[in-house]
């Protein structure tokens, strides 16, 4: 089992950045791929970032290329993700997962291991 701890999150105004982190416990962290995930109200889950179980790999989602930074310290267990720039759009739920397979990019139903969520709000 592997538990996970968003925290990071809050209400900001447009173009102001944001930094998430997310604990973990539980299992090996270092041998996990990690992704960050968003959701807004009314739609569906989708894919933000993701980081290799090294850290040598890192995927993101085009929406935010550019702006969006994800990272791990392994000798911490923590995952995180650097919001900059942010927009109104960028409102949503955010969640870190877990994947077995120790890649960058993994397909949604290859996340094993959630976190609980943070929201993250950006007002124009």
């Known amino acids: 089992q592997v538990q996970l701890v968003e925290s990071g999150g809050g209400l900001v105004q447009t173009g102001d950045s944001l930094r998430l982190s997310c604990a973990a416990s539980g299992r090996t962290f270092s041998s996990f791929g990690m992704g960050w995930f968003r959701q807004a109200p009314g739609k569906e889950r989708n894919f933000v970032a993701g980081?290799?179980?090294?850290?040598?790999?890192?995927a993101y989602a085009d929406s935010v290329k550019g702006r969006f930074t994800i990272s791990r310290d392994n000798a911490k267990n923590t995952l995180y993700l650097q919001m900059n720039s942010l927009k109104p759009e960028d409102t949503a739920v955010y969640y870190c997962?877990?994947?077995?397979?120790?890649?960058?990019?993994?397909?949604?139903?290859?996340?094993?291991?959630w976190g609980q969520g943070t929201q993250v709000t950006v007002s124009s």
């Open positions: 997962a877990a994947a077995l397979n120790g890649r960058a990019s993994v397909p949604i139903t290859g996340y094993t291991y």
């Open positions: 980081i290799s179980w090294g850290g040598g790999s890192r």
